[in-house]
Antibody
């Protein structure tokens, strides 16, 4: 069955960096686009970034553009999110989510999330 | 990339039907037939309930249905059940490989 498992969250100071990982299994990772979506404590969902199946194109929300970088290693079935210049407002649970079957722009499987806390 | 507008909360009794609205603009909801809806129980990951405005993934009960008119999409839940109590989020493709979510609606089953 499809599984997405995030890791790498933790506490980091403002201005610091963190790299999240998302290990995928149960589907052909190299044929699907993957997203990062975050949820601040007690708040709603926010789309963060998307990378196409082959890793050749990346797209970002304005709130993270220039600070975050999404990447993937199809040989390791793993997605990454490099987060630099972190701010308090980046504090959130970060989910990776798979593109819907058939390339429809929806998220059909989600990981359990990893918590990032930006605090001094 | 402004969030889509949803009511903060809705409530209904078991067996009733209710509808959650999701209002965007012609650049997102009104411009594409790519609205999706997600159910999220406390402490859990979101679950896809509706995609492409009105399609249900395998395993989602047919009590859940979606529609769209202009810049507003809607999720209707008929025959409300206790397990439907959760937060619901709409999401729309917004062009150029970007997506926007709604602020979320807390559904309470009375």
């Amino acid at each position: 069955q499809v599984q997405l498992v995030e890791s790498g969250g933790g506490v980091v100071q403002p201005g610091g960096s963190l790299r999240l990982s998302c290990a995928a299994s149960g589907f052909t990772f190299s044929t699907y686009g993957i997203h990062w979506v975050r949820q601040a404590p007690g708040k709603g969902l926010e789309w963060v970034a998307f990378i196409r199946f082959d890793g050749n194109n990346e797209y970002y929300a304005d709130s993270v553009k220039g600070r975050f970088t999404i990447s993937r290693d199809n040989s390791k079935n793993t997605l990454y999110l490099q987060m630099n210049s972190l701010r308090a407002e980046d504090t959130a649970v970060y989910y990776c989510a798979k593109d819907q079957e058939g390339g429809t722009p929806a998220f059909d499987y989600w990981g359990q999330g990893t918590l990032v806390t930006v605090s001094s | 990339q402004s969030a889509l507008t949803q009511p903060r909360s809705v409530s209904g009794s078991p067996g009733q039907s209710l509808t959650i609205s999701c209002t965007g603009t012609s650049s997102d909801v009104g411009g594409y037939n790519y609205v999706s809806w997600y159910q999220q129980h406390p402490g859990k990951a979101p679950k896809l309930m509706i995609y492409n405005v009105s399609k249900r993934p395998s395993g989602v009960p047919d009590r859940f249905s979606g529609s769209k008119s202009g810049n507003t999409a809607s999720l209707t839940i008929s025959g409300l059940q206790a397990e439907d109590e959760a937060d619901y989020y709409c999401c729309s493709y917004a062009g150029s490989y970007t997506w926007v979510f709604g602020g979320g609606t807390k559904l309470t089953v009375l």
